[in-house]
């Protein structure tokens, strides 16, 4: 056994201990975790039917927690684990994993039959091993373990032997400058000067895909890059590009992923696909798998609105992945821009709550649907328990002894905001004391966040400090930011319109 490296995820939690291998002839590689680099078949069975696994069933955790007086079973309740893991590839998983085991929302002992069952049937197998031994206290592990160890190195050598010619020549600065634009001409290059043909092709593709799977994910993604390059059959390049995405996400690269998310987005809305269907599901995954970068990237909160809010992609939401309307809620909430398309939003919500829920969606039709402020007030204090036992919205930021939830602070803050405002479109006058518990603040922290905005030209009021109440000035609409409001539309949905005028024209040429 070599050496041991900790390798950390996205999300600042520790994936595991993997080690290094080495081969004898000054190469050493990874043993980490597996993955298929298309997003079909992806994930084993027990994944795919969450109820298989006690740990994806949060009703059967529930009522055993219920019965030993857990207070964590209602936060497993709206764990979305079950709903979001059958769309994500094997690593991206793990995280996933590896925070509800942070977050101790199920029993560790779950958690580590979870990561086996996961990875009975991969290449991560000394990661395998370790979780085997922390699970069962000894340090023996099954044959069957060893066995398949002693594959995955045969065949990671043999892998590397049969890419070693294409490698070779991509390590050459001076060779890899006189490729081309143009492929054909690249594979006529590289087929009569270096002898180098559409099998060592394949070989980088295979070489690629397995460091993926060892946890090499710099180099992975970089052979994959160079793969993509090389490569004319689009289906193996579609492969090769979730997979580089894949690698990037892991390895924290949000501006490269984000590049990769937008590449990937155009090859899905402009592809032929076998049937709609298809084309849906491969707009789940994209936006399951966006997840990762939009709430990592700076501009991220932003993105997901005009990703997820798109037409095409919200009717995927709706037909089949309702739970992500739960993201798309909190990035309308914590974005500083008040957007046209929130009021077509609520009415999305509204439609959808039959078929999914959580507080906070139940949040917003309290304030713009029902105008249930006590309500509303209720649900804020589960948003706030919702974002921190969730992978993407609950991210620690640890500053020296000090920790803190970025998201879990803005979301509170625009909460209480979106309380007051629409409380204060119904009332004139109001009790200070009324608006504090409205806004779950005690009389003085209420005050004092009301004067706040008043100071920052954000509310158009005075405060009466012998009634103790606020008084809103009228405010007489502009008939300019009217029309402004009522036009301003009307370019996007022009666009949208002649969008599907050409996709019928082209649909009709075809026929």
């Known amino acids: 056994m070599g050496s041991k490296i900790k390798i950390l995820n996205g999300f600042g939690m520790s994936l595991g201990i993997l080690y290094i291998i080495g081969f004898g002839f000054g190469c050493s590689q990874f043993c980490g975790y597996p993955t298929r680099l298309h997003p079909y078949n992806q994930l084993h069975d027990c994944l795919k039917n969450p109820n298989s696994i006690t740990l994806l069933s949060p009703p059967s955790i529930r009522r055993k927690y219920e019965h030993q007086h857990h207070p964590r079973a209602t936060m497993a309740t709206y764990d979305l684990t079950p709903r979001i893991a059958p769309n994500l590839d094997r690593h991206l998983v793990f995280p996933l994993l590896e925070f509800l085991q942070e977050r101790q929302l199920y029993p560790e002992e779950q958690i580590f039959k979870s990561k086996i069952e996961l990875l009975s049937k991969t290449n991560m197998v000394d990661y395998a091993m370790d979780i085997h031994k922390s699970l069962y206290h000894t340090e023996d592990v099954p044959q069957d373990m060893i066995e398949r160890r002693a594959e995955v190195v045969a065949r990671l050598k043999a892998l590397e032997e049969g890419a070693a010619p294409l490698v070779a020549f991509l ?24 002898q180098i043909g559409p099998k060592q092709i394949e070989a980088l593709y295979q070489y690629a895909k397995f460091q993926f799977e060892c946890g090499n994910y710099s180099g992975a993604a970089d052979y994959l890059y160079q793969y993509r390059a090389l490569c004319t059959n689009s289906e193996r390049s579609l492969s090769a590009l979730w997979g580089k995405l894949a690698a990037e996400i892991l390895m924290q690269n949000w501006d490269i992923a984000l590049e990769e998310l937008n590449r990937l987005k155009e090859i899905i809305d402009s592809k032929s696909f076998s049937s709609p269907l298809n084309q849906m599901q491969s707009r789940i995954w994209l936006m399951h798998w966006s997840l990762f970068i939009f709430f ?34 909190t990035a309308f909430i914590v974005n500083k821009r008040r957007r046209p398309q929130f009021k077509d939003f609520i009415k999305v919500l509204q439609q959808e709550q039959q078929s999914y829920k959580d507080p906070i969606t139940e949040f917003l039709a309290c304030v713009y649907v029902n105008y249930d402020f006590d309500g509303a007030q209720k649900k804020m204090r589960e948003c706030e328990e919702v974002i921190l036992n969730d992978p993407f919205l609950g991210k620690r930021v640890e500053d020296s002894n000090f920790s803190t939830v970025p998201m879990r602070d803005e979301f509170l803050e625009n909460a209480r905001l979106f309380i007051f405002e629409t409380y204060c479109r119904i009332h004139q006058r109001i009790n200070m004391g009324v608006l504090a518990e409205k806004l779950n603040l005690n009389y003085e922290e209420a005050e004092r966040w009301i004067v706040n905005l008043i100071r920052n030209s954000k509310l158009d009021a005075k405060i009466d400090s012998q009634s103790g109440t606020v008084i809103m000035e009228p405010n007489q609409p502009n008939v300019y930011e009217q029309l402004i409001d009522h036009t301003k539309a009307i370019s996007g949905r022009t666009y949208k319109l002649v969008g599907q005028l050409l996709e019928h024209a082209q649909a009709q040429a075809v026929r």
Do not use: C, W
Request: hydrophobic share 35%; aromatic share 8%.
């Open 171 to 194: 390590q050459n600065v001076n060779a890899v400058q006189e490729l081309r634009a143009d492929k054909q001409y690249n594979l006529q290059m590289l087929n009569d000067r270096f």
């Open 296 to 329: 990592n990237h700076d501009n991220g909160r932003t993105q997901i609105i005009d990703l997820f809010n798109q037409d095409k992609y919200l009717n995927a939401i709706q037909t089949n992945a309702p739970h992500l309307l739960r993201y798309l809620s």
